[in-house]
């Protein structure tokens, strides 16, 4: 049997990475890094080993400063020595008119390549059992500090 | 088609978080934190960044003496400065006259609010392909060391 | 309705944990660890409350200098202390003549007990959409700075 998308959503997320001096702004954290590294600098290497927690904004579009409707909560690392990739676990917790319930990704991102494809592997609310693919792009970056991510969701199963 | 409900258990789990003095009865521990946390103290701000592994003992009643069916095993981190919210990603390993087989969950646990709906993203043995969600909620807490969640897991998918 | 495997791979993957010696041929850190331990040592205690990044080749047959088909990608933790035992969230990523795509797998994988299965969660490419479980065991280890891991994967949906 074919597999038929049922939902598709774009969606944007933004990370301000906590830095030693942006506490107030920031959305995420270094948590853990690898022995050469540290806690407020992503470290050399390609960042391999870091670890970061983030509970960054949601928008429709890809301005940090629109109305959020949701917040992307849960971790980043870095694992690749190499090449800049990362792997991800984490929810969007979606709370507007347009949506309400949580959709759960997880997997590896490796964020220099074309297709950036990771598994949507839950979902609650309005998103229930949801699986898919979330197809990844790095929208905007600054530096090691900022970087925004869209986020093209396809669902195959929807109820 | 509309979801129907296949399976329902209800569980507790029992969180003891390592402190500095409580290494024979811990059942978690701190094992990344942002630049301003520490180890052995959940940090400031909601304790965003903090990270801790644990196995707790797992039993059918909200009694941490209770003769446990098995162990909640994995990680959960706290994602929000301005409010309590966590994330996790554990599995329980079960393993009773009962059941015998594993379900792991993935997703955000803001606990603070009335719903909190994780996912159940897979599980083996009895559970073998288990989808669904599970509804958790904070049974009991004392202070910031032990905590017991009352896990109502519905799934949609058994076989 | 009683499931039927509609796919098996069996395949490889080799793990050199970062000693403080060995950076070069490292393909895995520890990022995080109790108070009681530190980044270049598994610590004591069954190594609880260890998390560690890998990024390790994946290969065909159990030889660590075979060509690689792929990687392993994401990270484990240790997490009991009475025993040998961890939590994994990762995943393979395959980009061979044979397999393009990738696996995402997460669970608990209780090392030292005969059956040691966990949960595949989702996949993209030649994997969309999969679900499954994976058997996992130690083909071989030296001291505590390389693993090898068999995982005999049995998908259950396949498109």
Redesign the interface.
């Known amino acids: 049997?074919?597999?038929k998308p049922c939902r598709n959503l774009v969606l944007y997320f933004h990370d301000i990475l906590?830095n030693?001096k942006n506490a107030k702004n920031a959305t995420s954290?270094?948590?853990?890094?690898?022995?050469w590294?540290?806690?407020?600098t992503l470290t050399v290497n390609n960042h391999?080993?870091?670890?970061a927690?983030?509970?960054d904004p949601i928008t429709l579009d890809n301005n940090l400063h629109s109305r959020p409707v949701g917040?992307a909560?849960?971790?980043y690392?870095?694992?690749?020595?190499n090449t800049f990739?990362s792997?991800l676990?984490?929810?969007f917790?979606l709370n507007s008119t347009d949506y309400r319930g949580?959709i759960?990704f997880?997997?590896?991102d490796?964020i220099l390549t074309k297709y950036r494809?990771?598994?949507?592997?839950?979902?609650?609310?309005d998103f229930?059992?949801a699986?898919?693919?979330a197809n990844v792009s790095t929208d905007a970056f600054e530096g090691d500090v900022y970087f925004r991510l869209r986020v093209n969701i396809t669902l195959?199963e929807c109820?």
Do not use: H
């Open positions: 049997v074919p597999l906590y030693g954290a270094i948590v853990g890094a690898p022995q590294g540290n806690l407020t391999f080993g870091d670890l927690v983030f509970d917040r909560q849960g971790f690392l870095y694992d690749m020595k990739s792997w676990g984490f929810t917790v949580t759960t997880g997997g590896a490796p494809e990771i598994s949507v592997v839950g979902g609650t609310g229930l059992m699986r898919g693919i195959y109820y």
